[in-house]
């Protein structure tokens, strides 16, 4: 694990140290084997207020909204319960850029890469850090 990665994780622990939800095991075998998804990252629950854009590849903003971050890790973020301007996702490779609004920990914010989709029972986005960042 890179210095980098034991940072953020120490970032994540101090700053949202709740109990981490981790991937299931599967049973009778060793998980790599039988190809079943693992977590690289232990998840941390939350329930943080963020006010997000969604910016296209050529850096225009497609579309801002509200949502709220379910979960967190060292590597990404569950951000459901979308409230979008447009009401629309772009079907071309995009980011999102999030910025934590309310609580302790307004200020914080991240781009990402959007990984999965999510529309039951909430509408989410699975994200993947790309650069985080904090006001102070």
């Not at 994540?12 to 939800?21: N, T, Y």
């Amino acid at each position: 694990m890179g210095e980098t990665t034991c940072v953020v994780n120490d970032l994540v622990e101090e700053a949202f140290g709740q109990e981490a939800e981790t991937g299931e095991e599967p049973q009778g075998g060793d998980a790599a084997e039988l190809g079943a998804h693992q977590r690289a990252n232990h998840r941390r629950k939350v329930g943080l207020p963020v006010i997000f854009k969604i910016i296209l590849e050529d850096g225009k903003i497609f579309d801002r909204g509200k949502a709220v971050l379910r979960n967190i890790s060292s590597s990404g973020a569950l951000m459901e319960d979308l409230e979008l301007d447009r009401d629309a996702i772009p079907a071309s490779p995009f980011k999102i850029s999030f910025k934590v609004i309310e609580g302790i920990y307004e200020g914080i914010e991240a781009l990402c890469e959007p990984i999965r989709y999510i529309f039951r029972p909430r509408t989410g986005l699975g994200l993947r850090f790309e650069m985080l960042s904090v006001q102070v």
